[in-house]
């Protein structure tokens, strides 16, 4: 079964966060990163720094997920992501992007 993934996209200053559920990580912080949606959200505020993601067997559970944390308010976001990279850095450093 294909992994899913909630994920959260800041800019950097931290001051926007984006919650995001895909199924590939990698090719959406990608797209994320290139703004290869223009007019989205992320294109917008410069959202392309991957803080924070959780891991999920079902895109179901993902989207349940993603959900609850878009109806949670922003400081338990930041709770969330401090309790896995207290820094606030961009988890993506040093993947590969090769897309075909």
Known sequence: MKKSYVYFMTNKNNNVIYTGVTTNLVRRTYQHKTKYYRRGFTAQYNCDKLVYFEEFDHIKL???REKQLKAGNRKRKEELI???NPEWKDLS???????E
Do not use: R
């Open 62 to 64: 993902a989207m349940a």
């Open 93 to 99: 450093d040093g993947w590969l992007f090769y897309f």
């Open 82 to 84: 401090h309790s896995v």
